[in-house]
């Protein structure tokens, strides 16, 4: 059984308490944006704050405005890691730095990281980040809250979300909750569940209002993206041994077709003699 | 064979990017990656991987396929090319290297990956063949040293080992080659479907072996220039003739693919990508596929030169595109690389051409083994 969590965008009141709560539990509150800290907001024209995930912030939420079937509708969506099934950046790692929980956590080890960022690039959500600005960086990324799961705890945004649009739970019951709220307001919901089925599945499962492209959330496959990668590597003790083999079979043969020739030769001489 | 010679005006300028390079490196080791670098969580991979990794290993794929075709297919005519080839092959890999200790993020824990390993990773696989390769191109070239220095023991040792260690050196590169296509296996989502296929890695070695001998023309052209030697115009169109019926392959490769998955209108439809795409394959594939037909262009040095020029351009646009240019980035970022960045790949670049100026001027490289072998 592994742990997930449902979002709602329709419970979401876009209050970002599960942006402070995340920062606070991951000791990057030194980064919230208060005189105190002398961190400065900017005006970016919109409520969303910051622009983007990055080292000091794991999770965010993404305000949107659109129109969608006749309506306007203004939909807030959780970004974070999605912890998924067949985790691209596990696979990508070099050094396995990520690792996937049997829980469901993707986790980061410090440890074993060099920096060399394939996981960023690998990701099909683009969630991993980078401390651009320090000469000791490190990868970051929404742990699940891990060491809470571990000690009984909900991750911290959970817990401090006032409307309950998230919930943490055993993944199938959550798909199956979903669907059933989809099913009890079907005007109210897109008929997808978001995370079910992208990329082999996902441990953060999403409800809307409307289709997840429009809120960014890029359209995935059901297949896991890791698939071509792990044939290519499976290829590669075949083709090792392969290569190998044909080379020296070449050489080989090139040498005794020298030696041949020379014989020939020599055998030419000595009737001309 | 010392002639003595003033310090050049180009080794001057090579030398001056070489320090400024150095500058930047340190800057970059005090203030972190950010500091010199546009590179953001939107693009994390950016000039350093595209260039230094991506077109620095392809170009340097000249040392293996020029090393076979010289000692395991006994193409006798080329052994006069193998020692630059493998020269330049080997610093193109300590070029690789110098750029991954200045993009990883905490290059001195490079090591991480002798002792973690994840089989499952085509960066692991890519790291290693990087490690094992050089240790090879280094062995491959050392005879150059040791004939110089007169140190006739340890190129005894060389020379009996040398069938495996080209061997080791094909196979290895083999692998390395199409490493570089795995990595972006990952990416299907992500890399645009005019460049994404699951044989990536079979066309990154395809489209290797095909600038490998382009390589050699070019580099023992431009050595002709600079240092006097010149080399045989029947060892230039006999490289020449090869191209194109590797190009062709690749050519084809491309093609068939895009067909199965049903895709080939894409390069008449994705519009802006598809202009990457037809530029990459007219410059690097199909022209050079028509000119290296010709003979008489084949017997002309300065054709020959420049048609593989334009296969070597080819090849550096197709790895920027597969890497940078058809890459996806996360929204609402964008990339040029920083002044700095290309400081650092320019004088790497510089660092390299020094080596080989030292080299032509202090080592046996254009007239390999003749001598030395009767000595030994």
Known sequence: ?273 | MIQKRSFPFGTFILSLLVVLGLGVIIYRYIYGLGAISNLSDGRAWGLWISFDLYCGVALAAGGFTLAGAVYIFKLEKYHSVVRPAVLTAFLGYTLVILALLVDLGQPWYIWHIIINWNIHSPLFEVGMCVMTYTVVLALEFSPAVFERLKWNVPLRIIRTIQIPLVIAGVVLSTLHQSSLGSMLLMMPETLHSLWYTPILPILFLTSAIAVGPAMVIFESTLSTRVFGHKLDIEVLSGLARIIPYILGIYLLLKIFELTAVGELGLIFTAYPQNLLWWAEIIIGVISPIILFSVSEIRENRNAVFWTSVLVIGGLVLNRFNVSLLALGMRPGYVYFPHWMEFAISAGLVADALLVIWLAHRFLPIAQPEQTAEVKV
């Open chain 1, 1 to 273: 059984m592994t742990v997930a969590v449902l979002y709602d965008a329709n419970k979401c009141i876009g209050c970002r308490g599960c942006q402070v709560a995340c920062k606070q539990w991951n000791e990057n509150d030194e980064f919230i944006p208060t005189e105190e800290n002398g961190v400065k907001s900017k005006n970016t024209g919109s409520y969303e704050n910051p622009p983007h995930l990055s080292a000091r912030t794991w999770t965010k939420i993404r305000f949107t405005e659109l129109e969608y079937n006749g309506g306007f509708h203004w939909v807030f969506t959780k970004l974070q890691c999605m912890h998924c099934e067949h985790p691209a950046c596990v696979a990508a790692c070099p050094v396995g730095a990520l690792q996937k929980t049997p829980e469901g956590p993707v986790i980061y080890d410090d440890n074993k990281c060099f920096g060399c960022r394939y996981c960023m690039v690998a990701c099909p959500f683009g969630i991993p980040t980078f401390e651009w600005d320090s000469p000791l960086p490190w990868i970051r990324k929404c742990t699940f809250c891990a060491d809470r799961l571990g000690a009984g705890l909900e991750p911290a945004c959970v817990q401090t979300c006032p409307t309950n649009a998230l919930k943490l739970g055993e993944r199938e019951e959550l798909i199956a909750e979903a669907r059933k709220r989809i099913n009890a307001s079907p005007d109210k919901y897109v008929n997808h569940i978001y995370g079910e089925n992208e990329v082999g599945g996902t441990s953060w499962l999403y409800l809307s209002p409307v289709p997840f492209e429009l809120l960014g959330l890029p359209a995935l496959g059901s297949e896991p993206v890791t698939l071509d990668a792990e044939r290519a590597m499976g290829a590669v003790p075949p083709v090792l041994m392969g290569v190998a083999a044909a080379m020296s079979g070449v050489y080989w043969l090139m040498k005794r077709r020298d030696r041949v020739n020379r014989d020939k030769s020599k055998k030419k001489e000595e009737v001309t003699k």
